[in-house]
T-cell receptor, first 114, second 113 residues
């Protein structure tokens, strides 16, 4: 079956530090990959996505590259801000159309200190 | 505003009570799903639907029931609430999950005492 593994944290960084949140996956097909962000008390928001190998998703300074050879989709940002403090979820949708929903990692709690 | 609307936002139930969590979307999405979020567990799929009249079970369906009579609505029913169903519930919808991912509602926080 499908699964997603990500570092759980909490990850605590200082403002302007470089961020990497690791995500690896196992899938039976050729999945699409996503990063979602959840701010306190809110639902999940799509941050970025990649639908095929070597695609790079980017949004709001965050980037992630779909690496099929290492089955990874690590999230990076060059300079984090206090406002980036949130929980980040890596997820996949399999090649069967994703009709049966997303498979999520357990989430990484990111804390940015001023 | 277009999006996924969940009601209620908060609910407290007694063990054995039943209730329905409402979910509506106005984006004409065919795909809809229900997830529960528990500490340290991430989000787990309860039930999903690929269109009106079509539903199927996800990873954790026991104790829950769904129906999809219209494209817009996808209610989740708790048949006989148990403390283990204390959780935050999210509804999500999509036009094409493999390409677009899902749009999530703001959640319902349910406590069963």
């Amino acid at each position: 079956g499908n699964s997603v593994t990500q570092m759980e944290g909490p990850v605590t960084l200082s403002e302007e530090a470089f961020l990497t949140i690791n995500c690896t996956y196992t899938a039976t097909g050729y999945p699409s990959l996503f990063w979602y962000v959840q701010y306190p008390g809110e639902g999940l928001q799509l941050l970025l996505k990649a639908t095929k190998a070597d695609d790079k998703g980017s949004n709001k300074g965050f980037e992630a590259t779909y690496r099929k050879e290492t089955t990874s989709f690590h999230l990076e940002k060059g300079s984090v801000q206090v406002s980036d403090s949130a929980v980040y979820f890596c997820a996949l949708s399999d090649s069967g159309g994703g009709a049966d929903g997303l498979t999520f990692g357990k989430g990484t709690h990111l804390i940015i200190q001023p | 505003n277009a999006g996924v609307t969940q009601t209620p936002k908060f609910q407290v139930l007694k063990t054995g009570q039943s209730m329905t969590l409402q979910c509506a979307q106005d984006m004409n999405h065919e795909y809809m799903s229900w997830y529960r979020q528990d500490p340290g567990m991430g989000l787990r799929l309860i039930h999903y639907s690929v269109g009106a009249g079509i539903t199927d079970q996800g990873e954790v369906p026991n104790g829950y029931n769904v129906s999809r009579s219209t494209t817009e609505d996808f209610p989740l029913r708790l048949l006989s609430a148990a403390p283990s169903q204390t959780s935050v519930y999210f509804c999500a919808s999509s036009f094409g999950p493999s390409v677009d991912g899902y749009t999530f509602g703001s959640g319902t926080r349910l406590t069963v005492v």
